[in-house]
């Protein structure tokens, strides 16, 4: 049962890879400018940018450009970069890791605060502890994540020089030096994501609250955070794991800002400097990984949300 | 040597200037190494200090990049290109070609026959000894219709290019030159081996190795042992760290993450001026905004038009509120003041609606329309200067339409394209190679396609001219014929702002042609 569903899931997941593919590919096709101008700028003459075009075989058709792009990419081979000429599936590799691990170190810090914020939260309902979360939550989110990320650097940073500006990844590091570099960047991230969760756990553990078991267990005496942790946060899972799922796909695609506030090489800024300069199989490639990220944590959420719920676990 | 050391005192004691020294001594014959090593005992008070890392942080770097020359366009690239590579001439931060790769160099009477004599015994970072093959190679890689290069516009006057010895190469121009030897210190043109392509492990015979190459992240190099030159390359490791975020930047210097960053932000220098440990160096080198204007044909194909949009702009009040006064107004041609051949005498153009009423009804017109195309692609300040100068000229009688285009795409679809968009040019280090590459008719970056038969010739006969006060004459007469008909508006020239941790770096100094001492930091600064 549930292996039929799992298969039925990954087919619409490549489905809509493919999907993907086909989109960015066409939208790339249609802006203006080529790889040829945009490596060259300002300096591009036509003769330079014919000789970069003939090389790069970009005068022939876009179809079937397109599917030598994708007979490769269906092989692990994602072509060469037309910017730089070098291979991009390597190139993607280390930007991978890296945004990986800077959005793995940001969800294992703010997923478990958020819910238990939330929680907490929703235990001391209308009290100042619940007002003072909301309120700090709210603020975070409510400001653009560049500004969170000049005011760390300012206080943290130049101020008081506790963390470095920059987040100057090295693999070679150990993994505690490799924690504290990415310290700024991290905490951005988490205090960019905590308030969706930390709202979604509140609002459906409070819902869960108002129906008649909690009542029941209330007067059988059970204690206010037994009832919140073993009744209502079961029954209240299926829509947080879903908001986790989503702002843990936001961890990976969509911190470009952060990346480029803190110098930290990721994906983001890779893909938006081969989108200037219409590097189609660097976009493309990037695309299928942005695309994948989603489809893959949202099934992971469907998943996990049917798991969490023994009515959907088993069907009548 | 006796006169050199006469000059050396003069210079010490501020009698002439590093410009007049330096042609000074040339003219004794002094070499490049001397001239250098007397400068820098000279003009730096404090010693160059060996060993150590220096840091750079720098804006203009992009996932793309290269280390192939060839397509280097912007700051970060550049900055690594003199890193690894020589070429056969070096520009100083005083604008002079001084000897790099070539140790001399002599041009026929008619400047089209030009023999430059190599350095002996300068090595490769792979162990191969430089010879005029490496140099003919690395000449004609720009050449033909085949290359992918950049400076096919600096290559263009080039005949032939042939090896006479190992050590000496002959290069055959279409037509006088007697710029060449700036010509050749372009950054694209560096030395690389004979049939060298591997870019990823690029071999120069630069002040540093290549260590580790990640395009638009960071960049790491250690000196090489074996360079030649002396007097340079102080520290032992060179690190370059793409910045591409102003705020970014700022924060790395101030906090002391890197020791040197380019591109300080016009509004807010000020502000970290303040910063004692901070050295901030503004580089009045060539840069200019421009607002080219469609000569052949369209709405301004009208000389009086052209000139009426000239007058209606306030080109101070651009320059303190946009550049913070990091600029100088322009004058319409794009020769900077600190050009030996700047035209001093031509009257700076300045905010006159009444003079651009006066040239509108010269045109018949009570009033006129026309669309401006502005984009961040063109300079930063693009957008805010197209907002200003619609408010001024209003007062003239003028209606600008703004037309705000995206950055991707503007270089193809916008400039060269609309009757009246905008620009900028990084500068070049003599006038020809400017009027030459964007004034001179059916020039491939002619932005306003204009097209004079006197320009054209004053300008070839200023290029084969080796007289400097006949050449002075003919720049002259060029820059005012570009300031009276051309189809440029240059509006101003703006500063390029570089920031210097004080505390860990030394060496630093004023660059009078593109910004940190002329993309050279990591050779000419030192490690404290």
């Not at chain 2, 001439?89 to 030009?114: C, G, K, M, N, Y």
């Not at chain 2, 052949?296 to 913070?324: F, M, S």
């Not at chain 2, 009423?357 to 009033?367: F, K, N, P, T």
């Not at chain 2, 101003?492 to 920031?499: E, I, N, Q, S």
């Amino acid at each position: 049962m549930l292996f039929s569903l799992v298969a039925k899931r990954l087919a619409l997941g490549l489905l809509t890879l493919w999907l993907v593919s086909l989109l960015i590919f066409a939208i790339t096709e249609i802006l203006p400018g080529d790889v040829a101008t945009a490596i060259l700028g300002q300096s591009a003459t036509p003769e330079t940018v014919a000789a970069i075009r003939r090389q790069l075989g970009l005068d022939e058709p876009a179809w079937w450009r397109y599917l030598q792009w994708l007979g490769g990419a269906l092989q692990g081979d994602f072509g060469v970069s037309l910017a730089n000429q070098r291979e991009v599936a390597p190139q993607i590799a280390g930007r991978l890791q890296n945004t990986l691990f800077l959005a793995s170190v940001a969800a294992v810090v703010a997923v478990p605060l958020a819910v238990g914020l939330g929680l907490l939260a929703a235990i001391r309902q209308n009290s100042l502890l619940d007002r003072g979360i909301s309120i700090s939550t709210l603020a975070a989110i409510s400001v653009p994540e560049f500004f969170i990320a000049y005011v760390l650097i300012f206080f943290l940073a130049v101020q008081a020089g506790w963390f470095p500006s920059m987040a100057r990844f090295d693999p070679r590091m150990g993994f505690f030096e490799q924690l504290y570099v990415i310290a700024l960047p991290a905490a951005t991230l988490v205090l960019v994501v905590l308030a969706h969760m930390m709202r979604m756990t509140r609002a459906t553990v409070l819902n869960v609250m108002a129906q008649p078991f909690v009542e029941m267990a209330e007067l059988k005496g059970v204690p206010k955070w037994r009832i919140v942790v073993f009744h209502a946060l079961p029954n209240a899972l299926a829509p947080i794991i879903n908001v986790v799922a989503l702002n843990l796909a936001y961890l990976v695609v969509g911190v470009i800002v952060v990346e480029v506030v803190f110098v930290y090489p990721g994906l983001g800024q890779f893909m938006v400097d081969a989108v200037a300069r219409r590097d189609i199989p660097t976009v493309q490639a990037c695309g299928l990984i942005f695309g994948a990220v989603y489809v893959g944590l949202n099934m992971l959420a469907d998943l996990g949300a049917i798991l969490a719920n023994p009515r959907l676990r088993h069907p009548r | 040597m006796r006169e050199i050391d006469y000059q050396k005192r003069l210079l010490q004691l501020g009698e002439i200037s590093r410009r007049q020294f330096i042609s000074r001594t040339a003219a004794l014959g002094a070499s490049a190494a001397f001239v250098g090593t007397a400068l820098s005992g000279v003009a730096r008070a404090n010693e160059p200090v060996k060993g150590g890392t220096l840091t750079f942080g720098m804006g203009g770097g992009s996932t793309t990049d290269s280390m192939n020359p060839s397509t280097a366009t912007d700051s970060v690239a550049i900055s690594q290109v003199h890193t690894t590579y020589n070429h056969l001439v070096e520009l100083t931060t005083q604008r002079e070609a001084i000897p790099e790769l070539a140790e001399s160099w002599e041009a026929s009477p008619d400047a089209r026959t030009w023999t430059f004599e190599l350095r002996r015994g300068v090595e490769f970072h792979n162990g191969k000894t430089m010879d005029a093959d490496d140099v003919v190679f690395s000449i004609n890689r720009h050449r033909g219709p085949d290359a992918q290069t950049a400076a096919s516009g600096v290559v263009a006057g080039i005949a032939d290019v042939r090896s006479d010895g190992p050590n000496t190469v002959v290069i055959e121009l279409e037509s006088g030159n007697a710029d060449l030897p700036f010509l050749m210190a372009d950054y694209h043109l560096a030395i690389v081996p004979d049939g060298f392509e591997d870019w990823d492990n690029a071999v120069g015979t630069g002040p540093y190795r290549l260590d580790h190459y990640e395009a638009g992240v960071e960049s790491r190099h250690s000196r090489n042992e074996n360079y030649w030159k002396e007097g340079r390359a102080h520290a032992d490791f060179v690190e370059y760290t793409v910045i591409n975020d102003a705020t970014a930047r700022s924060a790395a210097l101030t906090s002391g993450q890197v020791k040197v960053i380019n591109r300080l932000p016009k509004r807010t220098v000020d502000l970290i001026r303040r910063n004692q440990a901070l050295e901030i160096l503004n580089s009045p080198a060539g840069q200019h905004y421009t607002l080219p204007m469609r000569t052949k044909d369209g709405p301004l194909a009208d000389p009086n038009l052209r000139l009426a949009l000239k007058y209606a702009i306030d080109r101070e009040a651009l320059v303190n509120t946009l550049l913070g006064g990091y600029g100088r107004a322009g004058n319409d041609h794009p020769i900077p003041e600190i050009d030996q051949f700047f035209n001093s005498e031509l009257e700076q153009r300045t905010f006159d609606p009444d003079r651009a009423r006066h040239y509108l009804r010269e045109a018949g017109m009570d009033s006129f329309t026309i669309q401006l195309h502005t984009s961040e692609a063109a300079f930063p300040e693009a957008v805010d200067t197209a907002q200003l100068y619609q408010e001024a000229a209003r007062a003239a009688g003028i209606t600008l339409e703004l037309v705000r285009a995206p950055s991707d795409g503007y270089w193809s679809d916008i400039w060269m394209q609309v009757p009246f968009c905008m620009s900028y040019w990084g500068g070049r280090a003599t006038p020809d190679m400017m009027f030459s590459i964007a004034y001179t008719c059916g020039a491939s970056w002619n932005e306003t396609y204009y097209c004079s038969e006197e320009f054209d010739r004053v300008l070839a006969e200023a290029r084969a001219e080796l007289d400097f006060e006949r050449r002075k004459e003919l720049y002259w007469r060029a820059q005012e014929l570009v300031h009276m008909e051309g189809g440029n508006l240059i509006p101003m020239y703006a500063d390029y702002v570089d920031g210097y941790r004080r505390d860990a770096v030394g060496g630093y100094e004023q660059d009078f042609v593109f910004e940190m001492l002329g993309h050279r930091p990591a050779e000419r600064l030192w490690a404290l």
